[in-house]
């Protein structure tokens, strides 16, 4: 019996393979409470949490798998953000970070985004140009063609060309822009 179970819990980590790829997510583990450490034991799978959801969770809906997971990633991502927040602050004023919004969106774009805090409570619109790299702002009730929520374009950007986004209240934000980036390298 043993055996068996081991088995089925390394296949159960083959897919977790295929479906997390090259992803890095947190994974918390929800099943009986003494096969938990088992699962733990033999996975390769390297970011499981160490608090898990115990009890079965057959009977239990996604909302409230994540109702009860969130208490045991909340710490965790605001830890990250924080460092996060920090590095900016160290880098402020650097060719290594700005809070330039026509720069962040255009260094988004182009790949050089390794991290990206942005108020979720803001947004600017305007129009981006991939050739030239310009950024034009519009009023929020000015009809442009090819209007874009720039805050919106240039997290999904930096997350295609594998960066992280942070949110944040802008009373939370390093800067009194509604975006901050730390870069992957510069162009200097």
């Known amino acids: 019996m043993r055996y068996y179970n081991q088995r089925k819990q390394l296949l159960v980590d083959i897919g977790l393979?295929?479906?997390?790829?090259?992803?890095?997510?947190?994974?918390?583990l929800a099943g009986v409470d003494y096969l938990l450490p088992i699962y733990r034991k033999?996975?390769?799978?390297?970011?499981?949490?160490?608090?898990?959801?115990?009890?079965?969770?057959?009977?239990?809906?996604?909302?409230?798998?994540q109702e009860q997971g969130w208490p045991i990633v909340e710490a965790y991502f605001r830890q990250e953000t924080e460092k996060i927040v920090e590095q900016y602050r160290q880098f402020a004023g650097t060719d290594k970070a700005t809070d330039n919004i026509e720069e962040v969106v255009a260094a988004a774009f182009y790949g050089r985004v390794d991290k990206l805090v942005l108020s979720g409570d803001t947004q600017v619109w305007g129009t981006f140009n991939a050739e030239t790299g310009k950024v034009v702002h519009h009023s929020e009730g000015q009809s442009k063609q090819n209007n874009l929520a720039l805050l919106d374009f240039a997290a999904m950007k930096t997350l295609q060309n594998g960066g992280t986004v942070y949110d944040l209240s802008q009373e939370e934000m390093p800067t009194d822009s509604p975006i901050a980036a730390v870069f992957r390298f510069s162009i200097w």
Not at 17 to 28: D, G, S, T
Not at 44 to 58: D, R, V
């Open 42 to 65: 033999v996975s390769e799978y390297a970011n499981i949490m160490q608090e898990g959801i115990t009890g079965s969770p057959e009977h239990l809906r996604p909302e409230e798998l």
């Open 17 to 28: 393979k295929e479906i997390f790829r090259e992803q890095q997510a947190l994974l918390i």
